[in-house]
Nanobody, 123 residues
Framework: QVQLVESGGGLVQAGGSLRLSCAAS????????MGWFRQTPGKEREFVAA????????YYADSVKGRFTISRDNAKNTVYLQMNSLKPEDTAVYYC????????????????WGQGTQVTVSS
C-alpha cells in the first residue's frame, strides 16, 4: 500500500485560507485515486474531496463546493487541498486517503490513510 503524510494544517481565522498537502510514497502515486476526509470528535469521518487518477476529475462534498479545490502533482507524488473562505464548521482533523481501484470513501476496504492534520478555524 501507499504511505501518506499530511501537512499544512493550523489555526486560521474565519474567511482565511489554508493549503493542505499529502505526500505519498511506496507505490506509483499516479495509479491511485486520492481523497480528503475530515473528522470531529464524536462524529464519523466525512468525505471532503477526491480526485481520480485516470482523468483528474474532482469530486466535492456539497459543503465545500466553491470554496475548496483538490489537485494533484504526480511528479511530486503529492495531492493538495486548497481551502478558501474557511468557516468555523470546517474545524476538524483532515485525513488524506488513497485507493488503487475506486474513489476513496470513508468505509473503503484496502485503502490507505494518513495520520491526519488539525485544521482549526476561529470565529
Amino acid at each position: 500500500q501507499v504511505q501518506l503524510v499530511e501537512s499544512g494544517g493550523g489555526l486560521v481565522q474565519a474567511g482565511g485560507s489554508l493549503r493542505l498537502s499529502c505526500a505519498a510514497s511506496g507505490r506509483t502515486f499516479s495509479d491511485y485515486h486520492m481523497g480528503w476526509f475530515r473528522q470531529t470528535p464524536g462524529k464519523e469521518r466525512e468525505f471532503v474531496a477526491a480526485i481520480s487518477w485516470s482523468d483528474g476529475r474532482p469530486y466535492y462534498a456539497d459543503s465545500v463546493k466553491g470554496r475548496f479545490t483538490i489537485s494533484r502533482d504526480n511528479a511530486k507524488n503529492t495531492v493538495y487541498l486548497q481551502m478558501n473562505s474557511l468557516k468555523p464548521e470546517d474545524t476538524a482533523v483532515y485525513y488524506c486517503a488513497a485507493h488503487r481501484f475506486q474513489i476513496p470513501t470513508a468505509t473503503m476496504n484496502r485503502g490507505s490513510w494518513g495520520q491526519g492534520t488539525q485544521v482549526t478555524v476561529s470565529s
